[in-house]
């Protein structure tokens, strides 16, 4: 178990460009998840994935920000026509939901595992 | 909306002492709660999960969950230097995201 990795550790980025994050999730962990925090706040949801599919999206993510798992595995977030507004830790996470025999997918969430997250400058 | 309130801080503790960290959820269906420790500069970690109400004890941390008052803590026992960090809530009901407060700041002094 290698944890979850992000990549790049650090981005800076000039106003206008387009940026791409990676995350690749624990191997046996079926959900991945991106979050956004700032200083001083709390990691903020974006998106999440059950395998291959993106179930939730939260209203933080314009139409400037898109996310993928295409496969199931690794993930990325894309983010076009940075605003220094953007400027944030992005932080990925994975999660393990099984299946309960003759309940299907257990109640509870398991918690969540943390990449180092990649920090974006805009200026 | 949903919602997770916690008080910034910084909560002073001198070493030794017990530190108590509180946290509010505004959804009532929420069936997951969490608390995660951070370093500045560093990602969340896990330090304890609770699921049902009552206390929950992992070596100097204890987890405290009333689900009608929607209110969970966390209790940290002998308050080591090494505590000092942001202490996060998080809240989720099943099959939903997790919700994240704006941390506690902890800062326990030698």
């Known amino acids: 178990d290698t944890g979850v990795s992000q990549d790049p550790r650090h981005k800076i980025t000039k106003r206008g460009q387009n940026v791409t994050f990676r995350c690749d999730p624990i191997s046996e962990h079926n959900r991945l998840y991106w979050y956004r925090q700032t200083l001083g706040q709390g990691p903020e949801f974006l998106t999440y994935?059950?395998?291959?599919?993106?179930?939730?999206k939260s209203r933080l993510l314009s139409d400037r920000f898109s996310a993928e798992r295409p496969k199931g595995s690794f993930s990325t977030l894309e983010i076009q026509r940075t605003e220094q507004g953007d400027s944030a830790m992005y932080l990925c996470?994975?999660?393990?939901?099984?299946?309960?025999?003759?309940?299907?997918?257990?109640?509870?969430?398991?918690?969540?595992?943390f990449g180092n997250g990649t920090r974006l400058t805009v200026t | 909306q949903k919602e997770v309130e916690q008080n910034s801080g910084p909560l002073s503790v001198p070493e030794g002492a017990i530190a108590s960290l509180n946290c509010t959820y505004s959804?009532?269906?929420?069936?997951?709660f969490f608390w995660y420790r951070q370093y500045s500069g560093k990602s969340p970690e896990l330090i304890m999960s609770?699921?049902?109400?009552g206390d929950k004890e992992d070596g100097r941390f204890t987890a405290q969950l009333n689900k009608a008052s929607q209110y969970v803590s966390l209790l940290i026992r002998d308050s080591q230097p090494s505590d000092s960090a942001t202490y996060l809530c998080?809240?989720?009901?099943?099959?939903?995201?997790?919700?994240f407060g704006k941390g506690t700041t902890l800062s326990v002094s030698s």
């Open positions: 998080a809240v989720n009901q099943a099959g939903t995201a997790l919700i």
């Open positions: 994935f059950q395998n291959e599919a993106q179930l939730e």
């Open positions: 609770i699921y049902s109400n």
């Open positions: 959804d009532r269906g929420s069936q997951s």
């Open positions: 996470a994975s999660s393990l939901v099984e299946k309960i025999p003759g309940l299907g997918i257990s109640s509870y969430n398991s918690p969540l595992h």
